[in-house]
């Protein structure tokens, strides 16, 4: 099957839900659709050992604003205690929470305290722009426009000329102490049926073989991941 080369055996992975008992770190990511088809919103994922990033399913955006701010929930950091009678669906992408409202605990390895700490990021980053064609869309604007509007000229293209970009924005909002660079130029190891591109001046196109439909995010995410 070529969706599923190099990921690990899983018997009826895509047929139905199973158990999840695995360690999970909380993911934070702001979602918004270019067609504006779903208003800009939160969403809480679970990332286990392997990589793979699941939805948690029914948390109102309300909830995860609540925790950031009192510092109950880091991005990347904070573990959310997975309770006995969790399901994992990997053909929707999504974490079922095996509790009665269907809200998450959440540990943190270390004691934030009550006043919210505003992280310290400063020095260079390296950012890879992604561009999807999947089965049943694909992402409007090209790769080198992609790679315009985050790096500006920084990306190396020919014709980019972006003077507002986010690269540009962050490196005038921290006052040159936080700059993102594109990721280097190397050959892919392997591509869906041998399409998409290489990595080239900090941006990538991939193909899947993936429909594009509300509530998918997850499964779209983690396909792309393993290209």
């Known amino acids: ?30 979602v918004e659709y270019e067609d504006d088809s779903a208003p800009m919103h939160l969403e809480l994922s679970c ?16 909830w995860i604003k609540s925790k950031m701010t009192s510092n109950d929930l880091i991005s990347g ?18 974490l079922v929470l095996g509790v009665t409202n269907g809200l998450p605990k959440l540990n943190n390895k270390r004691d934030h305290g009550k006043r919210r700490k505003l992280a310290v990021v400063e020095g260079k980053r390296t950012v890879l722009v992604v561009r999807v064609i999947a089965s049943s869309k694909e992402t409007t604007k090209s790769m080198e426009e992609l790679a315009d509007s985050v790096f500006g000229s920084a990306s190396g293209f020919a014709d980019a000329d972006d003077p ?38 900090g941006a990538v196109t991939v193909n ?20």
């Open 77 to 94: 950091e904070t573990e959310i205690v997975v309770p006995a009678g969790t399901i994992v669906d990997r053909a929707k992408g999504k």
């Open 208 to 227: 899947v073989d993936t429909a594009v439909f509300e509530g998918n995010d997850s499964v779209m995410r983690n396909d792309i991941s393993n290209e």
């Open 47 to 62: 990332e286990n050992p392997e990589g793979e990033i699941f939805k948690v399913d029914d948390v109102p955006d309300g």
């Open 164 to 201: 507002v970009n986010l690269r540009s924005q962050y490196m005038a909002c921290s006052y040159g102490k936080l700059e993102f660079n594109p990721a280097s130029d190397r050959k892919r190891s392997r591509t869906y049926k041998g399409e998409g591109s290489d990595i080239s001046n």
């Open 1 to 30: 099957n070529e969706r599923n080369r190099g990921r690990p055996h899983r018997p009826d992975v895509f047929i139905k839900s199973t158990p999840f008992g695995e360690k999970c770190k909380a993911l934070v990511s702001e």
